[in-house]
């Protein structure tokens, strides 16, 4: 059973610059990590997603964001620049093992003022 820990949420201005954080129960080397989101009013949408063999991003963060992992301290981070007003969503860290099963954090709310 994984569980998940997302912080560094908050308020930034727009071209700002965010960082968040998922801590791991446990080893995330045999997981898949990922970073959803969902703005006010809309479905929930992959942001980016990241394994020992490949490294997506939604079209619309590319270039601006950064998955990246620290296996040590079994944590994925988000690295978020040049960000927008309509990048404002609450954000969801992601884990999928080996069996497909889904793992979800809480949640952090991102805000970026015009």
């Known amino acids: 059973q994984v569980q998940l820990v997302e912080s560094g949420g908050g308020l930034v201005q727009d071209g700002g610059s965010l960082r968040l954080s998922c801590a791991a129960s446990?080893?995330?080397?045999?997981?898949?990590m990922g970073w959803y989101r969902q703005p006010p009013g809309k479905q929930r949408e992959l942001v980016a997603r990241t394994s020992s063999s490949s490294t997506n991003y939604a079209d619309s963060v590319e270039g601006r964001f950064t998955i990246s992992t620290d296996n040590a301290k079994n944590t994925v981070y988000l690295q978020m620049d040049s960000l927008k007003p309509e990048d404002t969503a609450v954000y969801y860290c992601?884990?999928?093992?080996?069996?497909?099963?889904?793992?979800w954090g809480q949640g952090t709310q991102v805000t970026v003022s015009s």
């Open positions: 992601n884990a999928v093992n080996y069996r497909n099963v889904n793992f």
């Open positions: 446990g080893s995330i080397l045999s997981l898949v």
